[in-house]
Nanobody
Framework: QGQLVESGGGLVEAGGSLELHCAHS????????MGWYRQARGKQRDFVAS???????SHLDSVKGRFTMSWGNAKNTVILQMNNLQNDDTDSYYC??????????????WGQGTQVTVSS
């Protein structure tokens, strides 16, 4: 178990930048990966980016070169740097953490979401 706390969302003009932070606290188990999905009203929740404990990163094709995933300085924290934001990036962004409870059991935890709104 644990808690995911998200921050950094807000309103930004097209072409601007935001930095989303997510911190996973309260867990005594290994975190295998953390990342972000996003979901617009009436649409599916889509993968955005992730990073593993081995520092392997993955990004949605449409955000490659604009969004960058990285581990934060504090343990079990991640940063999603979002540059050159576009109207299509407007979504609720949800952080996840994959927690390895035991060898054969991994549980995905979700944050409550942070809103990113891009306007021009």
């Amino acid at each position: 178990q644990g808690q995911l706390v998200e921050s950094g969302g807000g309103l930004v003009e097209a072409g601007g930048s935001l930095e989303l932070h997510c911190a996973h606290s309260g867990s005594i188990y290994t975190i295998n990966a953390m990342g972000w999905y996003r979901q617009a009203r009436g649409k599916q929740r889509d993968f955005v980016a992730s990073i593993t404990k081995d520092n392997d990163t993955s990004h949605l094709d449409s955000v490659k070169g604009r969004f960058t995933m990285s581990w934060g300085n504090a343990k079990n924290t991640v940063i999603l740097q979002m540059n050159n934001l576009q109207n299509d990036d407007t979504d609720s962004y949800y952080c996840f953490a994959d927690q390895r409870v035991r060898a054969a059991c991994q549980i995905r935890f979700w944050g409550q979401g942070t809103q990113v709104t891009v306007s021009s």
